[in-house]
């Protein structure tokens, strides 16, 4: 076991790791952050994305160990204070781009990361951007247009 | 998992020395292909050798003639670099075509050439452009060019305890262009079902002065169609010339029948990517001017 501090979602923790525990079961079962959804396990469905020092990454294929030092986001990290939406998670609700929903925090936050660095996107900009998240519901189309209007709304 | 001891020099000669002296070791860069093999039960390293913490193998530097990639540069960190696509587009196409931008935010350009998966997305484009390689191991360094550092699919010629540290660009001439064109089912997280990296060299009144071709998915490792190449000088971008390079290229080939692609439908492409990477080259050398830089 190794003791490793890094921040997450703004504040700064610490936690006691196994050389093979993974990003995404550190958050889920330590820090009790299970918005973080663990899918398919090999970096293929994007449901576990969370932001790693601001850039997108799966948290399946992450050693708890090598965010030491680091900064991680989660969907957990997005809302304000008092618990109110971030845009994005608010456009998401106006758009109906919601199904099952087990996609949806890894949606949102290759969203943020897109929106981050290109604050306005085009179409194939926002389909690109979710190129790495499966919705097995197929709701791709509101996905798309729920991204888009969070440009729109802050244009 | 397997359980493992995972170490992190904080530098080479350290990650050497590990390597070299720990059986059962590997070495962890970005952990896309390696953490997948062990989850999957594939392989069960004793130890991971992580290489986060070595400093200047994530810098591009551009050096004495040479864009320099330190081995542990991002997918996503080249396809940003506005010098790869000035100077090395065929390289930028590829890395924005690989995996996914989470998978590409993570993975590394020497962990893709030491897996040395025959579509590899990022070797077609290196060959194209002759890369090098550098190499640490307890004997000091090597440099050896990529082409020789491939050995049958998933095989490389890396020595027990030799790291890659870094792939040698060497910047092109002027009115110089590459493209690699990729033949997938779908756009994202997808490997080539084929691919073609071209690199070509204009005079200014548009005769072919020199070209290279590199195909990934058309033999065990990446091919250089070199035959086809020697069609390049002198020749011309048109129809013609285009379908006797793609049947020279395609002679050269040897793709296999996979449960991703047929053989035959591989070879019906190899000629149809060629021409039109070449086409692309055409069109970028005339956009930029001939001064890609």
């Not at chain 2, 997918?75 to 075509?97: G, M, T």
């Not at chain 2, 690699?180 to 060299?201: D, F, I, N, Q």
């Not at chain 2, 190449?229 to 971008?237: C, D, I, Y």
Request: proline fraction near 6%; include cysteine; charge should be neutral.
């Amino acid at each position: 076991m190794k003791r490793i501090w890094f921040t997450l979602n703004g504040e700064s923790v610490s936690a006691e790791v196994k050389a093979n525990t993974l990003l995404v079961d550190l958050l889920r079962d330590h820090f009790h952050l299970t918005g973080t959804k663990m899918g398919c396990g090999y970096g293929e469905c994007g449901a576990c994305t969370v932001l790693l020092d601001g850039a997108s990454v799966n948290s399946c294929l992450v050693l708890a160990c090598q965010v030491a030092g680091r900064e991680v986001l989660t969907v957990e990290g997005l809302s304000g204070g008092e618990g109110e939406l971030h845009p994005i998670q608010k456009a998401f609700v106006a758009h109906g781009a919601v199904q099952c929903g087990v996609c949806t925090p890894g949606m949102v936050m290759s969203a943020k990361a897109l929106l981050d660095e290109n604050p306005r996107p085009g179409e194939r900009d926002a389909v690109k951007g979710i190129g790495g998240n499966l919705c097995r519901c197929t709701g791709y189309k509101k996905i798309v247009e729920a991204v888009l209007s969070v440009r729109e709304e802050e244009a | 998992m397997n359980d493992f001891e995972l170490f992190e020099p904080a530098s080479v000669e350290e990650a050497v020395g590990l390597l070299a002296g720990r059986r059962g070791s590997f070495v962890l860069a970005g952990g896309t292909d390696l953490l997948v093999r062990m989850k999957r039960g594939e392989l069960a390293p004793e130890n991971l050798i992580s290489l986060r913490l070595v400093p200047n193998l994530s810098s591009i530097r551009e050096e004495g003639g040479f864009l320099r990639l330190g081995a542990c540069v991002t997918h996503r960190a080249i396809e940003r670099s506005p010098r790869v696509r000035a100077l090395f587009p065929a390289l930028a196409d590829a890395e924005e075509s690989l995996g996914s931008i989470q998978v590409r935010n993570l993975g590394t350009i020497g962990g893709n050439l030491c897996n040395a998966a025959p579509s590899a997305d990022t070797v077609p484009p290196l060959v194209a452009h002759e890369a090098g390689l550098r190499l640490f191991g307890p004997e000091g360094e090597r440099r050896v060019p990529l082409e020789a550092f491939f050995a049958g699919p998933c095989g490389t010629t890396l020595k027990p305890g030799e790291l890659l540290t870094e792939i040698e660009l060497p910047v092109p001439p002027p009115r110089t262009s590459s493209a690699y064109l990729k033949l997938t089912r779908r756009s994202c997280m997808e490997l080539p079902l084929l691919g073609a990296a071209v690199r070509l060299s204009l005079d200014p009144d548009g005769t072919i002065l020199d070209g290279k071709i590199a195909l990934s998915c058309a033999g065990p490792v990446c091919l250089r169609a070199k035959k086809a190449e020697a069609l390049f000088p002198g020749a011309r971008v048109e129809d013609d010339f285009l379908e006797a390079l793609g049947r020279a290229a395609l002679e050269e080939a040897s793709p296999r029948e996979s449960f991703r692609c047929s053989a035959e439908y591989r070879r019906e492409m190899i000629p149809v990517l060629v021409g039109r990477a070449v086409r692309r080259c055409r069109e970028r050398i005339l956009q930029t001017g001939g001064d890609p830089a």
